[in-house]
């Protein structure tokens, strides 16, 4: 069974697990071999954000690596809060992949976050095969 290198990094990344590893949650994930590699684009996608994270501080956090044109923390309707995922968008691919360099792993507003290319959406009426929609 393989795991998602995302959620092995999450658990090695936590408090308990950080001062006592010695396996580095980012070697892991270089060596999975079931994550399909997603072309680079200008769109990020941050995840592990905490759920009081409002887009504005997402756009400050992520603009020291370049010029963003657009960031937007994803919220629940019914409460407003964080539903602990977004999306940053950068002007070029030079500044999304300093944005990934810089951002992935590193702590915002007391949580760890990771920041990849975002994949495309699969259009309306489309299957998600395995072919056609790569996996987590």
């Known amino acids: ?17 950080s001062s006592q590893s010695s396996v580095s949650a980012s070697a892991f994930a270089a060596n ?3 994550k399909l590699a997603v072309s680079p684009s200008t769109t990020l996608f941050v995840h592990g ?16 690596f370049g010029e963003v ?18 999306f940053v968008n950068y002007a070029t691919l030079e ?7 810089g951002m992935d792993g590193e702590t915002l507003e007391g949580w760890v ?4 290319y975002a994949r495309p959406r699969i259009p ?7 072919e056609t929609y790569p996996p987590y």
Do not use: C
Not at 113 to 116: D, L, V, W, Y
């Open 1 to 17: 069974m393989a795991l998602r290198p995302g959620l092995v990094r999450r658990f090695l990344s936590t408090s308990v697990f």
């Open 32 to 34: 999975a071999s079931d």
């Open 49 to 64: 954000l905490n759920k009081r994270t409002t887009s504005e501080k997402l756009q400050e956090a992520f603009s020291q």
């Open 69 to 86: 044109v657009h960031a937007r923390v994803v919220t629940d309707r019914a409460t407003g809060y964080s539903k602990g995922y977004g």
């Open 95 to 101: 500044d999304s992949e300093n944005g990934v360099k």
């Open 113 to 116: 976050i990771f920041a990849e």
């Open 124 to 130: 309306p009426g489309q299957s998600a095969s395995p």
